[in-house]
């Protein structure tokens, strides 16, 4: 059983920052997929950026070159967020263990309670 919550979330304005965490408990292998997904009102649940604890990272061509992934052991995951847009405006989630780090939504088996960021234009 694997337990994520996040952190992080706020509003600022188009080309502001901000760091999501992601604190994970109950999992103690550090080979596991973990990643950020986020929904905006009336739109699915779409991958943001991926890790697979051992260095191999993914991120959805939208937020290539502003968004960075890290990973600190098997425990914390963050999301720096930089040159933020309005379209970047949604729910943000944390999600734990999928058969490939690449995978949709309902393939990850653990999620946090999600944390929200506004981007105001």
């Known amino acids: 059983q694997v337990q994520l919550v996040e952190s992080g979330g706020g509003s600022v304005q188009a080309g502001g920052s901000l760091r999501l965490s992601c604190a994970a408990s109950?999992?103690?292998?550090?080979?596991?997929?973990m990643g950020w997904f986020r929904q905006a009102p009336g739109k699915e649940r779409e991958g943001v950026a991926s890790s697979d604890g051992y260095g191999r990272i993914s991120y959805t061509e939208s937020v290539k070159g502003r968004f960075t992934i890290s990973r600190y052991n098997a425990k914390s995951l963050l999301l720096q967020m930089n040159n933020l847009e309005p379209e970047d405006t949604a729910m943000y989630y944390c999600?734990?263990?999928?058969?490939?780090?690449?995978?949709?939504?309902?393939?990850?088996?653990?999620w946090g309670q999600g944390t929200q960021v506004t981007v105001s234009s």
């Open positions: 999600a734990a263990v999928a058969p490939q780090c690449i995978a949709r939504p309902d393939e990850y088996k653990y």
């Open positions: 109950g999992y103690t292998s550090r080979g596991y997929c």
